[in-house]
C-alpha cells in the first residue's frame, strides 16, 4: 500500500515560506564549504588511517584493543559526517560522485550501502515513525518503540536491558541484517542487474571481514583471539554509541507516531509528520555539527535533506524562529538528556 499524508495548506504555505528565506537568507557560500569538507576529510580520514594502520605496529594487548575501539569511532564519525548527507546528494553536485563516495564509505562501515540507501531515502524520510511505513521501525520485536505495536511481557524490562542489546546491532548488520534483507527485499530488476547487485554485496562483505579480520591476522603481531577480541569490543562500543545517538533522534517521550488508515493515509501532514517525529540536540552548535555530521540537526535534516550539514545551525536559527512563531516546538534535548528520555520512553512503553 501507498501511504500520503494529510494535505494542510497552512503547513505546506509555512514550509515554503521558511525554505524562502532560508534562501534568501543564508550565503550558500561553495567555497567556504568544500574548505570546511575538505577539511573534515582530511581529519577524520586521518584519525581513521592511524588507528588502522595502528593495528600492525601496536603490541600491548590492552592498547590493541582500544585502538580497536578508536579504529570504530573513527568509522562512524565518517560515516555520520560524509556517508548521511551523500546519501542524499548534497555535497556534490554530481549523483555519481555523490553515491559513488557514499559505497566506499558503507563498504568500510561494513553495511550494504544500496539496501540501507533505499530503505533511508524512500522510506524513513518520507514517513518517520509511522508503522508500516517506515522500515527503520521493524528493526526487532525485543524493543517496542510504538504506542500501537504489540506488548508483551518482557517489554516492561525492556528500559534496563535495552542498553545491553544495543551493543550487538552493528555486529548483527554486518553478519545476519544485510543477508537478511538480500533475500526478503532483492530488487526486481533484469538478470544483470540482478548479479551487479549481488557482486557488489559480495565485494562489500569480503572487503570489511578481509581488512578488519583477515589482514590483522595475517599481517598484525597480535594472535587470532585477540584480535577477534578487538574486533567484538569496537563493535560493543561503536553500536551502543550509533544506537543512542539515532534513537535519540527519533524515540524520546515528547516524539509524535502518527498512524495511517486503511487506505494509507497517514494522519498528520508530511511538514509537522518530519517535525514533530524528530528530536534536536544542540541544534545551534558549530562544534556538536562538526562532531555528529548533523545528525544532531535532525528537523532541518528531515525538512531539507537536499541541504548538506554545513549550513544545519544557520538553517536551524531561521527555521525555529518560524516555527515557534507559529506555535509549533520542536523537540530538543541535550545529548544525555536525550539518552534518558529515550529510555523513559521505553519504560513508558512497557507499562
Known amino acids: 500500500m501507498k501511504a500520503k499524508h494529510k494535505t494542510i495548506k497552512s503547513h505546506k504555505d509555512l514550509y515554503d515560506s521558511i525554505y524562502n528565506e532560508i534562501k534568501e537568507s543564508i550565503n550558500f557560500d561553495k567555497k567556504k ?17 592511524f588507528s588502522y594502520t595502528s593495528l600492525y605496529f601496536i603490541t600491548n594487548p590492552v592498547l590493541y584493543v582500544m585502538d580497536f575501539v578508536l579504529l570504530g569511532y573513527s568509522i ?29 564509505i558503507y563498504t568500510i562501515v561494513g553495511a ?13 524520510h518520507f514517513a518517520p515513525n509511522v508503522e508500516n511505513f517506515d522500515t527503520d521501525l521493524s528493526i526487532t520485536d525485543i524493543i517496542r518503540v510504538l504506542p500501537q505495536s504489540p506488548k ?14 544495543y551493543t550487538t546491532y ?4 554486518a553478519l545476519l541484517k544485510d543477508f537478511i534483507s538480500l533475500k526478503k527485499f532483492s530488487p526486481e530488476h533484469g538478470i544483470k542487474q540482478k548479479v551487479a547487485y549481488y557482486l557488489r554485496f559480495v565485494f562489500c562483505k569480503v572487503f570489511y571481514f578481509t581488512y578488519l579480520i583477515v589482514f590483522p591476522i595475517i599481517f598484525s603481531e597480535q594472535n587470532v583471539q585477540l584480535v577477534v577480541i578487538g574486533f567484538i569490543t569496537m563493535h560493543l562500543i561503536q553500536s551502543l554509541y550509533i544506537l543512542f545517538t539515532f534513537f535519540i533522534t527519533h524515540h524520546v517521550e515528547k516524539a509524535n507516531y502518527p498512524t495511517a488508515d486503511n487506505f494509507g493515509v497517514i494522519n498528520t501532514s508530511w511538514f509537522m509528520n518530519q517535525i514533530k517525529s524528530s528530536n534536536d540536540f544542540y541544534p545551534f552548535s558549530n562544534i556538536a555539527n562538526f562532531i555528529f555530521g548533523g545528525v544532531n540537526n535532525h528537523i532541518a535534516h528531515h525538512l531539507y535533506p537536499h541541504i548538506n550539514h554545513y549550513y544545519y545551525p544557520k538553517v536551524n536559527k531561521i527555521l525555529f524562529g518560524r516555527l515557534r512563531e507559529s506555535g509549533i516546538e520542536p523537540n530538543v534535548s541535550t545529548y544525555f538528556g536525550g539518552i534518558r528520555s529515550h529510555l523513559k520512553h521505553l519504560k513508558n512503553m512497557g507499562q
Not at 83 to 90: I, Q, R, V
Not at 112 to 124: I, L
Open 170 to 173: 552493528t555486529i548483527y548488520w
Open 76 to 104: 562512524v564519525f565518517l560515516c555520520f559526517n560524509f556517508a548521511h548527507d551523500l546519501s542524499h546528494h548534497a555535497i556534490f553536485k554530481n549523483a555519481r560522485v555523490n553515491n559513488f563516495l557514499f559505497e566506499c
Open 33 to 49: 564549504e568544500s574548505r570546511y569538507f575538505l577539511f573534515k576529510g582530511a581529519f577524520y580520514l586521518s584519525l581513521l588511517l
Open 152 to 165: 508483551k511481557w518482557y517489554h516492561k524490562y525492556q528500559y534496563l536491558y535495552a542498553p545491553i542489546a
Open 112 to 124: 550494504h550501502p544500496e539496501a540501507w540507501k533505499k530503505r533511508h531515502t524512500k522510506s524513513h
